[in-house]
């Protein structure tokens, strides 16, 4: 991706925060313009194959908006492009472009898989997964509601329905002019964890031993890191911190969580075909020491112990909680079993009325012990809708007080 593309990316993420708008009866999609051609010109056509009206920079950052499909054709709303937040008229009634050049971006940011389905419902099989931590699907149809889009994602080569929100039309990559990426982690501290005005500073802070902390950071330097935000969580709770503070490496921990089966590799440099400086098993702990700040993200990480590994491993084969997706997967009921949770692996879940036709689809992200719902809504200040006890195998609401417990481990 080019320098502009990057920058108009990263404008618009606030803006956008990953949900795109559907207008009226007749449903709109948001893509952008994406041409495998970069070093061409992206044709804008008359008609679906006819005759080229149109012309655009193909390394240049354009979004548009089409409404409606015609084989491999989209037809472009109004018709016009927008670059920079500036409008594009393009001269015509009538304007099409081809499914090839168009795109969307999935944001994994959160660690989790985005499922792809056979049909558009959140019930129908799983059609296969998307794991990238922010991909690029090409857009194939769109859903009679609106709601849903078939994708072709590339990559993995797969086909499948997503909805629509959880597209974004921007090809946002952090690491481009700013202090990205940020690395979540955690800290269990056995004794209090200081936090300090600067690297090897004064001390100003601690967190207090026997808890869970959920901690965000930043601009690592020399095995610290700088603690981001004015807030560490600990499931639905918060510390407030007094000022800037910093954090030693050794007191943060992240998780391995191969992405695909096997143990997680750990390379001696932020390259896939450099040398393996060894492997880890899934739900080894580890210190992050350093990230990337371009992608493919990767994190630099060393275990403890005399013989400690140290090494470059991908950010998918990491996750940044003291239990993964995998710990917690299984079926929650109540005990007079009138209710459901289900939590599956790839991070979606299901809560239902045990002998009902009710029930409510999800996807949840775990910080510290809380397990959070429906990701989109999850803000800095959002209350977990269940706390997790990984000794007792239970999902609390903290409102209600109503204890799930679980009945079938994946």
């Keep these: ?24 009866q007749e449903h709109t999609l948001h893509c952008f313009i994406a041409d495998p051609d970069v070093q061409g010109k992206t044709n804008i056509r008359a008609t679906p194959g006819g005759k080229v009206i149109f012309q655009v920079d193909a390394a240049d950052f354009y979004q548009l908006e089409v409404i409606v499909k015609e084989g491999s054709w989209w037809k472009i709303k109004d018709p ?31 660690g989790h898989s985005r499922v792809l389905r056979k049909e558009p419902r959140a019930d129908a099989p799983r059609a296969g997964l998307i794991r990238e931590f922010n991909a690029l699907v090409r857009p194939l149809e769109l859903s ?36 990205f990426p940020t690395l979540p982690a ?69 998780m391995t969580n191969p992405s695909k089966q096997g143990k997680v590799p750990v390379y001696t440099k932020a390259d896939e075909k450099a040398p393996l400086a060894g492997q880890l098993a899934r ?22 112990g005399k013989d400690g590994l140290t090494g470059w491993v991908n950010y998918s084969d990491l996750y940044f909680s003291p239990f993964s997706t995998f710990d917690v997967a299984g079926m929650y009921d109540t005990e ?7 939590l599956n692996d790839d991070g979606t879940a299901t809560w239902n009325m045990i002998g009902s036709l009710h029930w409510t689809d999800f996807t949840y992200i ?19 809708a269940y706390l997790y006890d990984c000794e007792k195998k239970t999902l609390t609401d903290p409102d209600s007080g109503t204890v799930y417990y679980l009945q079938d481990v994946k």
């Design 336 to 342: 007079d079993s009138e209710s459901r949770v289900s």
């Design 366 to 384: 775990i910080r510290g012990n809380g397990i959070y719902l429906d990701v989109k809504e999850v803000t800095a200040d959002s209350k977990p």
């Design 186 to 254: 955690y800290a269990c501290p056995l004794t209090d964890i200081p936090l300090y005005a600067a690297p090897n500073g004064e001390k100003i802070f601690s967190l207090k031993k026997g808890k869970t902390y959920d901690v965000t950071v930043m601009s690592p330097r020399d095995g610290w890191w700088e603690v981001l935000g004015e807030r560490v969580f600990y499931g639905e709770d918060f510390v407030d911190l007094p000022d800037v503070c910093w954090v030693s490496a050794s007191d943060l921990l992240v």
């Design 283 to 304: 739900g080894v702990e580890v210190h992050p020491l350093d990230v990337t700040g371009e992608w493919p993200i990767w994190v630099r990480i060393c275990t403890d």
């Design 80 to 110: 016009r492009l927008e670059s920079f937040g500036e409008l594009v008229e393009i001269p015509s009634k009538e304007a099409w472009i081809h499914r090839s050049v168009l795109a969307l971006g999935t944001d994994n940011s959160d």
């Design 144 to 179: 009679k509601d609106g709601k849903w889009v078939k994708v072709k994602y590339e990559e993995d080569n797969l086909t499948g329905w997503i909805e629509v929100s959880w597209m974004r039309d921007d090809a946002f990559e952090p690491g481009d002019g700013f202090a």
């Design 1 to 24: 991706m080019n320098k502009k593309r990057f920058i108009a990316a990263a404008v618009l993420v606030g803006m956008l925060a990953g949900v795109l708008p559907l207008s009226g």
